[in-house]
């Protein structure tokens, strides 16, 4: 009955629980929007497994194949993509006017899926779009530690929402860039599924939990006039 | 075996990706708990600037007030007395002394007044912030000039007034007041040069004597007022520095260099 709860749904559903707890009253909507953004996230995983599964159940009856999930995991990119930037400029935004920043990061993407999408449509994994966004995000978290670290305020880190949010992020898409370099030499092996779904484990294990965190901080940690900031 | 490479490979690559954020945010927190000590140590300083700065705000009233409370008694309550005096000793039938004895009196009077005028000065000094340190010196010196004891050539660059640091004055004038203490009662002094020259953003303070100068291990380190090492010490408090020159029979040089404003 529970056999969708694996280890990325369920460190997903873990987060979303967190943030269902932390962040429903949040003043942020940008904050409480993480809520929306881990519930779609979780429902896409459901269902991706699902599709998982009968795309395996019909390889193993040599069946007519189904498309797979590559291709619900390609709309979440757009979620992923416009909400990670709406977060980052939140969290920036204190130090500096990131938004033509976070724009011009968002049309590059633009462009790069609409590049995939046309080189080989829907149902095959947007590798370069998912690169860039990596990257940018990657750029965006080494931004924020680079204007924590030179603030003359003096913060208590451990205790930092945005820190926590950042640091997951930056593992995660850290992490994404090595796989998805890697995706396409592993496409060419039948060890594919096993490799990369023990490093998505891995690297959901740590945004989940780094988020789940920063809910915590947000809600019960960090000073109020460090949130009104 | 060649998948099996491969895999360990990506395993690996992907193990150096984790493991470089990893070092980016140990980094974070060793920055962050350094930059937590270099504040405290900035608060601390900043504590400690301020205590001296208002215990050197209470030194230079008290300067002040003994010196008021010394001239009241010695000079001007004198004056006062004699023109009492003098005024009590008229005889009115005596038309031509009782002149001589007023106009005495109206001598006497004027010279009272002339010399609160300067005690007035004198206590204008204590407001550092309204006079300016070249002004509230100058005071010191006319008051140092009144006592006779004294030829005082005192010299200001016109470059200070322009740039002032209120805090920086007050401690300056309390190191000048002092020397000029150190002077009055060690010294034996009968020359004092004072310049007071402002260039490249450092202050300079020169006070050289003809006194009998002193041995350095010699000289009082606390006790007599401020002391050598106080007057260094004060000088340190604002990042400048007290250099100090003496020999017995040789007279002292006092050069005080602060960075200004």
């Known amino acids: ?229 | 075996m060649v998948n099996e490479q491969v895999r360990n490979l990506v395993i690996i690559t992907t193990a150096i990706f984790l493991i470089a954020p990893a070092f980016v945010v140990v980094y974070i927190f060793v920055y962050n708990n350094r930059k937590k000590r270099h504040i405290l140590e900035k608060q601390q300083m900043q504590l400690s600037f301020e205590s001296e700065l208002a215990k050197t705000q209470l030194e230079v009233q008290e300067q002040t007030m003994q010196t008021i409370g010394a001239e009241l008694h010695d000079n001007i309550g004198q004056l006062l007395s004699l023109t009492s005096l003098t005024l009590s000793s008229v005889e009115l039938n005596n038309k031509a002394k009782a002149r001589q004895k007023i106009d005495d009196s109206i001598d006497l009077t004027l010279r009272s007044i002339k010399e609160m005028r300067l005690l007035g000065h004198l206590l204008q000094g204590d407001q550092l912030v309204a006079v300016g340190l070249v002004e509230a010196i100058r005071q010191l010196v006319s008051w140092m000039e009144r006592s006779g004891r004294f030829e005082i050539v005192y010299t200001a660059g016109d470059e200070i007034a322009a740039n002032r640091n209120a805090d920086k004055d007050l401690i300056i004038f309390r190191i000048t007041q002092e020397i000029f203490n150190n002077i009055i009662k060690h010294a034996a002094a009968t020359e004092i040069t004072i310049d007071l020259d402002y260039a490249g953003g450092l202050l300079e303070l020169r006070i050289a004597d003809n006194g009998v100068g002193f041995v350095a291990d010699e000289a009082p380190l606390v006790g007599h007022g401020m002391g050598i090492q106080n007057i260094r010490k004060r000088a340190g408090i604002i990042g400048g520095e007290a250099v100090i020159s003496s020999d017995k029979g040789a007279g002292t040089q006092i050069i005080v260099s602060i960075p200004y404003p």
């Open chain 1, 1 to 229: 009955m529970f056999d969708f709860l694996t280890v990325s749904t369920g460190a997903e559903l873990f987060g979303l629980t967190t943030a269902i707890i932390c962040l429903r009253n949040d003043q942020s909507l940008i904050w409480r929007g993480q809520i929306l953004f881990l519930l779609i996230t979780w429902l896409v995983e459901i269902e991706g497994y699902n599709l998982k599964k009968d795309y395996v159940n019909a390889l193993v009856a040599k069946t007519d194949l189904p498309h797979g999930n590559v291709w619900l995991y390609n709309i979440l990119l757009i979620f992923q993509a416009v909400f990670i930037s709406l977060v980052f400029y939140d969290v920036v935004k204190v130090y500096v006017n990131s938004k033509y920043f976070i724009i011009v990061g968002l049309a590059v993407l633009a462009v790069f899926y609409a590049i995939d999408l046309s080189q080989h449509g829907v149902f095959k994994k947007h590798n370069n779009t998912t690169l860039v966004m990596s990257i940018l995000f990657v750029i965006y978290s080494f931004s924020y530690y680079y204007y924590l670290i030179n603030e003359r305020q003096h913060h208590n880190i451990f205790k930092l929402a945005p820190f926590w949010w950042v640091t997951g992020t930056l593992f995660f898409f850290f992490g994404q860039i090595a796989s998805t370099v890697f995706f396409q030499i592993l496409s060419t092996i039948e060890i594919k599924f096993i490799t990369t779904y023990t490093i998505y484990k891995i690297l959901n294990v740590i945004l989940y939990g780094c988020w789940s965190y920063s809910f915590i901080c947000r809600k019960w940690l960090t000073n109020k006039s460090e949130i009104l900031l």
